[in-house]
């Protein structure tokens, strides 16, 4: 069993910062495969990023490529996800999900996950 769970999320202006985290309680972290996604109201879930288990793989989607990053930190268990220049299309609740990989890969689908926080709500205004 892994747990996950998200913080860091708030309200912030358009072209504004700011920083998720997700704690997972699976020893030894360092071993998860990691993925962030969101879903806006009224839509799908949606790929953002991923990260392999070793940290030196990663995958974004498309809409925040050059926006977003992803980092793994094996001293504090956590996930992390650095947005730069947000924009109001970014509002959304974010969500962690881990899996134990049996590959060196990185995932992208929402199937690919078993284990998922319940998510932290961005807010991005114009």
């Known amino acids: 069993q892994v747990q996950l769970v998200e913080s860091g999320g708030g309200s912030v202006q358009a072209g504004g910062s700011l920083s998720l985290s997700c704690a997972a309680s699976?020893?030894?972290?360092?071993?998860?495969?990691m993925g962030w996604f969101r879903q806006a109201r009224g839509q799908e879930r949606e790929f953002v990023a991923a990260?392999?288990?070793?940290?030196?793989?990663?995958a974004y989607g498309d809409s925040v490529k050059g926006r977003f990053t992803i980092s793994k930190d094996n001293a504090k268990d956590t996930v992390d996800l650095q947005m730069d220049s947000l924009k109001p299309e970014d509002t959304a609740v974010y969500y962690c999900?881990?899996?134990?990989?049996?590959?060196?890969?990185?995932?992208?689908?929402?199937?690919?996950?078993?284990?998922w926080g319940l998510g932290t709500q961005v807010t991005v205004s114009s």
């Open positions: 699976a020893r030894p972290f360092s071993v998860l495969a």
């Open positions: 999900a881990a899996r134990r990989p049996t590959d060196p890969g990185v995932y992208r689908e929402l199937n690919d996950y078993p284990y």
């Open positions: 990260i392999n288990w070793n940290g030196g793989s990663v």
